[in-house]
C-alpha cells in the first residue's frame, strides 16, 4: 500500500475510544528514553510460571496492532499467548477481554495492570510482547528512495515478535493474528516461515479470538502510554496549570479525522522543521501543512535553474537518485529492519 490510512474518517464515538485516558497505565513496554529519541525498540515480558514448568505444553498466540492511521505517535504490534487448554476460558470468561476499540480505555488499562502484576492469575498464565515502530521510523522508511511500506512495516514487526517468543523455546502450536490486506495473502507467507503451526489470520481477529483480543489490548495501552509519553516536551506550551496536576493531552487521539489533532499540527508547526518525532512526515496530513496548502506558512527554497522551480518542501526528504543515499533515513535514524534487537 503505497499510501496509509490518513484518510480515513473516523465517528466521534469512535475517536474519543482512541483518545488515550489521562490516566493511563504505563506498562513495562514503556520506555520513555527510546520514545522521546524517536526510536522503535521491542519489550518482551518474561516466560510465565505456568508455561515455564513445562516447556513441552502447547501454546496458543495471538498478534494485533494499535495505531495504524494516526499521523502523530507510534504504530505497536503486539502478541499474548498463554496455554491452549484455558484460551478461552481465562481470557473470555473470567476476564472477559474483547477488541480494545470497544472496552473502555479504564477497562483497558484494569486489564493491562493485571498482566503486568505478579501474582494475577493472567500473569501466572499469560506471556506478552510488544514491537513499538516509532513515527520517525515509520515516516522515514516510507519517504525514502526504496520505500518500505507499512505493510511491510507491520508484517516484519509481526515476525520479529513472533520469532522473540519460539527463540525462547515456548511450544506454539496455533497463532491467529488480525489482518494486514488479503487474510489469505498474509497466512500464506507466515505459512512458508512455519510450516509447522497452525496460523489463522483472519478479518477483526481482536473480536473472534480471546488471545487476539488480549494482544489487542497489550497494543493498544502501551499506544495510549506511549502517545502521553510523546507530548511531555509539549508539556510548557500549555496553559499553566497547578503544579503537580496532570497535564491535558492537547491533541486529542493523533488521528487526522481528530479536529484536535489537526488544529495542534497547524499550531505548533515550525516553520522550517515542521514537529518533532512525534510526527509521521509522510502522512498526507503533515504533508500538505509542510508544503503550505493547508497551512499559514509558505516557505520558498532556493534551487539551481536546471533542478526546476517546481519543488515542494517533502521534496528535501526524498533522495533524487540513489547516490543520494537514504537521506532521511540517516537524518531519523536506523531502519526499522536493521538489527531488530530483543529487549
Known amino acids: 500500500m503505497a499510501e496509509p490510512q490518513e484518510d480515513v474518517q473516523m465517528e466521534t464515538q469512535d475517536i474519543e475510544q482512541e483518545t488515550p485516558p489521562s490516566d493511563v497505565f504505563m506498562a513495562p513496554s514503556i520506555s520513555k528514553l527510546d520514545i522521546l529519541m524517536g526510536k522503535s525498540y521491542s519489550h518482551f515480558s518474561p516466560i510465565p ?77 499469560g506471556g506478552w510482547a510488544t514491537r513499538l515502530l516509532s513515527a520517525q521510523d515509520i515516516a522515514a522508511h516510507m519517504l525514502s528512495p526504496s520505500v518500505y511500506n507499512l505493510n511491510a512495516q507491520a508484517m516484519d ?52 479470538y480471546p488471545v487476539v483480543s488480549a494482544a489487542s489490548v497489550c497494543a493498544k495501552v502501551t499506544r495510549d502510554a506511549a502517545l502521553d509519553v510523546c507530548y511531555e516536551p509539549y508539556h510548557d506550551r500549555n496553559p499553566e496549570s497547578e503544579e503537580g496536576a496532570k497535564v491535558e493531552v492537547v491533541w486529542g487521539s493523533g488521528y487526522p479525522s481528530d479536529a484536535r489533532t489537526t488544529i495542534w499540527l497547524k499550531q505548533n508547526m515550525d516553520p522550517l522543521f515542521g514537529w518533532g518525532s512525534e510526527t509521521r512526515f509522510s502522512w498526507g496530513t503533515a504533508k500538505e501543512l509542510l508544503e503550505g496548502k493547508k497551512g499559514p506558512v509558505i516557505i520558498d527554497w532556493p534551487v539551481d535553474d536546471d533542478d526546476g522551480n517546481d519543488m515542494r518542501m517533502t521534496d528535501f526528504f526524498i533522495g533524487k537518485n540513489e547516490s543520494a543515499g537514504d537521506e532521511l533515513v540517516d537524518w531519523f535514524g536506523k531502519r526499522v529492519t536493521v538489527e531488530m534487537e530483543v529487549f
Open 157 to 208: 514487526a509481526t515476525i520479529e515478535l513472533i520469532k522473540g517468543v519460539l527463540a525462547q523455546g515456548v511450544n506454539v502450536k496455533e497463532i491467529y493474528i488480525d489482518t494486514i490486506g488479503k487474510p489469505e495473502i498474509y497466512q500464506r507467507k507466515l505459512e512458508r516461515i512455519w510450516p509447522t503451526i497452525r496460523i489463522t489470520v483472519a478479518k477483526k481477529a481482536d473480536s473472534l
Open 49 to 125: 510460571k505456568q508455561i515455564a514448568q513445562d516447556m513441552s505444553g502447547e501454546v496458543v498466540l495471538g498478534v494485533d496492532e494499535a495505531g495504524r492511521g494516526p499521523v502523530l505517535g507510534p504504530m505497536v504490534y503486539a502478541l499474548f499467548y498463554l496455554p491452549i487448554e484455558i484460551h478461552h476460558s481465562l481470557l473470555a470468561e473470567t476476564h472477559h477481554f474483547d477488541d480494545s476499540k470497544v472496552l473502555k480505555p479504564e477497562v483497558r488499562s484494569d486489564l493491562m495492570r493485571k498482566l503486568c502484576t505478579q501474582g494475577s492469575d493472567l500473569y501466572e498464565a
